[in-house]
């Protein structure tokens, strides 16, 4: 069974590989589940790749870490964006080349910056000065990218304020990693997760090649260009499809960066989301007065679990059930910990079957980034999400 979803455009509808298919449904869980099809992760590299060019891809561990993601990543060529030690040592337990891997996380331990130089990396992200000396101290003459400020975010999941710093803060970190024997390679920034359009980089894109060129008139010779993730998936809006997007994307940058000699790109999200499907079921479905306008409905699945992204209803994931020909109405969908903050969707509620019931199963797509990774090892006794790759 192959089923086509219209949404991402009319000409690449999201097609869900039937191997997916065929095995979520013929398989019982006893707990919420996150099944992944590696070689829908492969297409997507692929289709990625297309769009990227020139650029090369370091996949952004932390939106999944499955084995066999990593695994297959390796074998097709993929760099890894790595943020702690355990990142690191997992993409080198699956054959990873050091060379390959960049600690890209701008806040990390002194130990953590010994181990990966010590194991072959060599390229660190900072935005600080206390950064630059502690990579100065533990990873001698490595070569380091600073991490600017995005000021306009349209994403849906922001990654603005904790990361970065401004452009003059930026151009003196350029100096002082100078100064400390180190070897200053260009900027990194991240436009911000799920950002829907390729065209909504144009404004971060402007003010990046501002600071660049600001720093090449004083005299700093950059080459790397890291222009991070905020590649989408489909959720409920529409969105342009991979290969489109990510050219659209490298058209922008090369207008403004064609002479810079290293794109880096660290698609997460864009990379996995939709390889993975969660497999929950409904705990409960009630009403609190007789005059309440919504049933509230309660999953196996909920904040805690793997589903943090929900948290301001800034993700909105699709729910299936194999009621969903009956009528439907709006529901407002909790989760089960004993937590008022474990609710998923309140201030738009989402619409679900009238027949829905306690013990049905619910099918969450797109699933794959940011679920697995959030979920709380047993908070309230209710198992983590667990994770079955295919
Ligand atoms: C999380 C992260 C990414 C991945 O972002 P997506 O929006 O999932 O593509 C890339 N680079 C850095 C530095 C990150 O922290």
Redo the contacts with the bound molecule.
Sequence with gaps: MTMHFAGASASEAIVYPSRLEQFVAETVFDRPTLVIDVDRVEQQYHALKAGLGRADIHY?V??NPARDIIARLVALGSHF?A?SRAEIELCLSQGAKPEHISF?NTIKKPSDIAFAWNAGIGIFAADAEEELEKIAEHAPGAQVYIRLIVEVSEADWP?TRKFGCDRDTAIRLLGYAKELGLDPIGFSF?VG??TRQASMWGPALDGLAAIWHAAKAEGHALRVLNI????PAFYDEEIEAPTAYAAGVMDMVNARFGDVETIMA?????MVAEAGVIVSEVMLVSRKSERDLHRWVYLDIGRFSGLAETEGEAIRYRFETAKDADPMGPCIMAGPSCDSADVLYEKRPMPLPLTLKSGDRVLIRNTG?YTSTYSSVCFNGFPPLDVVTI
């Design positions: 952004a932390k939106a964006d943020a890209g990654l991240h997760s799920q991070g993730g905020g590649f660290e698609p997460g999200r864009g980034a």
